[in-house]
């Protein structure tokens, strides 16, 4: 029995780990093809993992990574009751000032029942006070005519422009912006759902903050059936995650003036218009003009032609995009070019010719074995042209790790500088950099391995950008889990910091490709940071009087951050960390008083924003470094 049994569980365990594939792989077409690509990487093993990630990521609720049970978390914190909208609505009795809102919809071909969802969602709005300006774009379905104009009909606030020829979708915003008369346009698609109280928390916002150019909310996805799932809690602004996705998308609002001043959408940049205009309007704003709202507001259909389900459906879109991403680099003169790379894009920055000098700092005390590991890895794999290494001897005693500093002392790449005090990360980083001659400083832990040969010429790309300071590397374990994917404030026991995408296995991009994008992140961790070493001076170098082991790095990022600098982690510089394994365990009573004072003073001194990380959602947990749903979010509601 057991024979017989055995099997036809595997079989339905195969079929349950299938279906999730084919609806998250965008079809069985594309599924196909996205199997074979695994299969010749990785043969059937391959196939197998991939199944298996997928059946656990459909029980998720998230994109890439996490644990959450979104439906329950949506009727815990996300669903509105009686009170909540009879406070909204006091709320907006209050606003002194009260915009309106006018919602583009550009419609062609429209499937009838979603359209009236569409339409009924903007008709549903607590705040009251918006226009929907739907542009039918010649849809030859002859139903679609007579509903908008008895929609129109019933409802002054429906303005509808029907087109006499088929212009696609830049054509069709544009006709629907030309009825526009409300001090802010918002972005729906036919198909799509704006929650109910969507207009009414961009209206809040408006008020709060009256200079606000651009709002953007999070986003989650809604099947054919009517079902939510996936969603994409946002961060607040972010340029370099907006350079690598549309962080905008759903829902984008902008003023009205902006957007046309900017000149509108585009033609020829169909089925990226909407990330093309983003780019064109933040380049006129200043990025405190930005503000992003931390609830879901929109509801993105999947379907089979939709990119809400997959990215290969509209493969033009990519094209577009990346061509939209390349002219906004050309219109501010940016040495940058951008690639798709698949679940985003990414930028490659030009380095200056002749490109800068680097000094590679890398305290040690004995561990020759890693050392030597570290080092060698530099000289062997490391492409960039000018740089050299200062190796600061914290009072090695070992024979073996003595041996080796003489020997690898003759190396004309390579200086030690021989430190005996106490070890105190900040001091001896401190007064290696006194001592360094490059124009770029790098911190290192003598425990990394180099992976990728463009490792330090991608980090220091990225660290000589005008608004640049630290930039960060993507770590790995010896297993290939992920040991640094950026620094998230007041993640782990600590509620300081802690990694973002701690332990992930390789081969995920992470929640919606964030372990696999560039992205700016409060802090990055200085085993392996570049930065400007002018930079560094300016804020007075690694604090040595508070911080002594740990939080050195957070804390330098975060003065930096407080000084208008940007902190940048990047995946594509890739090394393997062993993890402190040069000093050992850090578990002493000594070791656990300094670690308690070091929290105490970053907690000090920082203190609410720990809490409330720019880069990271307050409906993501702090407990985890998965980007599971926190419960309850860190932040208020409209109560009454």
């Known amino acids: 029995m057991r024979s017989a049994v055995q099997p036809a569980g595997h079989l339905r365990r195969l079929i349950d780990m299938i279906a999730p594939t084919i609806r998250r792989g965008g079809g069985i077409g594309n599924t196909f093809k996205k199997a074979a690509a695994l299969y010749r990487r990785e043969g059937f093993s391959g196939i197998i993992r991939g199944l298996k990630i997928i059946a656990a990521l459909g029980r998720t609720g998230v994109s890439e990574y996490g644990k959450t049970d979104y439906n329950r978390w949506l009727r815990s914190f996300e669903t509105l009751h009686r009170k909540e909208r009879t406070a909204m609505r006091a709320q907006i009795d209050k606003f002194p ?71 696609g979708i830049s054509a069709a915003s544009n006709s629907a912006l030309e009825l526009a008369h409300g001090e802010w346009i918002a972005l729906l698609d036919h198909d799509d759902r704006l929650s109910e109280d969507a207009l009414f928390r961009v209206a809040e916002i408006i008020n709060l903050h009256p200079e606000t150019a651009v709002i953007y909310s999070d986003e989650d996805k809604i099947d054919q059936s009517g079902t939510r799932f996936d969603p994409y809690f946002k961060c607040d602004w972010n340029l370099d995650l907006f350079l690598s996705q549309n962080l905008v998308s759903h829902l984008g609002a902008f003023r009205t003036d902006l957007v046309r001043g900017a000149g509108g959408f585009r033609n020829y940049l169909d089925g990226s218009q909407d990330y093309d205009l983003a780019l064109r309007c933040i380049e006129r704003i200043a990025p405190s003009q930005i503000q992003h709202i931390p609830h879901v507001l929109y509801h993105w259909r999947v379907h089979e032609n939709s990119t809400a389900l997959s990215q290969d459906a509209k493969p033009y879109a990519a094209i577009a995009a990346e061509r939209a991403l390349n002219e906004h680099f050309d219109r501010l003169g940016v040495a940058a070019r951008s690639e798709f790379v698949g679940h985003g894009y990414r930028t490659h920055y030009g380095l ?91 911190f290192l832990n003598s ?108 804390d330098l ?59 990271y959602s307050p409906n993501l947990s702090l407990d985890r470094g998965d980007f599971s749903l926190a419960w309850p979010p860190r932040q208020s509601s409209v109560k009454p």
């Open 97 to 167: 000032h009260k915009p309106v809102i006018s919602v583009l919809m550009p419609a062609y071909q429209a499937n009838l029942s979603w359209l009236i969802e569409a339409i009924g969602s903007v008709q549903q709005q607590i705040y009251p006070h918006w226009q929907l300006c739907i542009s039918d774009d010649a849809s030859s379905d002859l139903a679609i005519r007579p509903m908008l104009e008895r929609f129109a009909a019933q409802d002054r606030r429906i303005n509808v422009k029907f087109r006499d020829q088929n212009g």
């Open 557 to 615: 990022c975060l003065r930096a951050r407080a000084r208008g600098y940007r902190n940048v982690w990047t995946p594509y510089a890739e090394l393997f960390h062993h993890e402190s394994a040069t000093r050992g365990a850090d578990d002493t009573a000594i070791s656990s008083a300094r670690f308690a004072a070091e929290c105490a003073y970053m907690k000090q001194t920082w203190g609410e924003l720990l809490l409330r990380d720019p880069a």
């Open 352 to 442: 200056p010719n002749p490109p800068p000098s680097v000094s590679l700092i890398i305290p040690t005390r004995n561990g020759a074995t890693l050392l030597a590991a570290c080092v060698n890895s530099i000289l062997k794999k490391t492409s960039y042209p000018s740089y050299g290494i200062l190796i600061v001897d914290n009072g090695s005693d070992d024979p073996a790790a003595l041996d080796y500093l003489l020997r690898i002392e003759s190396d004309p790449r390579v200086k030690l500088l021989r430190d005996p005090r106490d070890f105190n990360y900040s001091v001896l980083n401190n007064a290696a950099v006194a001592q360094a001659s490059g124009d770029i400083i790098g």
């Open 447 to 554: 425990d990394l391995e180099v992976i990728s040969e463009s490792w330090l010429a991608e980090m220091v790309s990225i660290a000589v950008q005008p608004d640049v300071a630290a930039v960060g590397a993507r770590l790995w374990y010896p297993n290939h889990t992920l040991q640094h994917g950026g620094v998230v404030l007041g993640l782990g026991a600590s509620r300081v910091a802690g990694h973002a995408h701690d332990k992930m296995p390789a081969g995920h991009h992470g929640y919606f490709g964030r372990a696999d994008l560039i992205s700016s992140f409060s802090a990055v961790s200085a085993a392996c940071m570049i930065i400007r070493k002018s930079i560094f001076e300016e804020l007075g170098g690694f604090n040595e009087a508070n911080l002594a082991v740990a939080f050195n790095d957070v």
